[in-house]
């Protein structure tokens, strides 16, 4: 019974408010990230992260390399180079949150 209520009235709803094109109902969310204007690496990153993890920017910057090869990495490798459990969940979480374009490092202020 409702969906016959809703199918007549999208049925009458003019065609300049709804689009012939378009399914009702479905949104369009897109996984990739926008790109950002300030450049972040490693140490950005897990300064943004926080927690005391910054201190392993010297230990991740030599065996990782860069920003895109730590968002990738899982948490075996992180455990062999010696990451505490509570800080690897931490930077695992982030770089998920950063992969999806829901989180990122906040820019650090000017000083004047």
């Given at each position: 019974?409702?969906?016959?209520?809703?199918?007549?009235?999208?049925?009458?709803?003019?065609?300049?408010?709804?689009?012939?094109?378009?399914?009702?109902?479905?949104?369009?969310?897109?996984?990739?990230?926008?790109?950002?204007?300030?450049?972040?690496?490693?140490?950005?990153?897990?300064?943004?992260?926080?927690?005391?993890?910054?201190?392993?920017?010297?230990?991740?910057?030599?065996?990782?390399?860069?920003l895109q090869?730590?968002?990738?990495?899982?948490?075996?490798?992180?455990?062999?180079?010696?990451i505490?459990?509570?800080?690897?969940?931490?930077?695992?979480?982030?770089?998920?949150?950063?992969?999806?374009?829901?989180?990122?490092?906040?820019a650090?202020?000017?000083?004047?």
């Amino acid at each position: 019974m409702a969906w016959r209520q809703i199918l007549s009235i999208s049925e009458r709803l003019p065609s300049i408010l709804v689009p012939s094109n378009s399914v009702t109902g479905i949104a369009n969310f897109s996984s990739k990230s926008s790109p950002y204007i300030v450049k972040v690496g490693i140490p950005e990153f897990l300064s943004g992260v926080g927690n005391g993890v910054e201190k392993h920017v010297e230990k991740l910057e030599s065996e990782i390399g860069d920003l895109q090869k730590l968002l990738v990495t899982r948490t075996i490798k992180l455990k062999r180079l010696g990451i505490p459990c509570k800080q690897r969940k931490l930077i695992l979480k982030f770089a998920h949150k950063y992969r999806l374009g829901l989180w990122r490092p906040r820019a650090e202020a000017l000083k004047s």
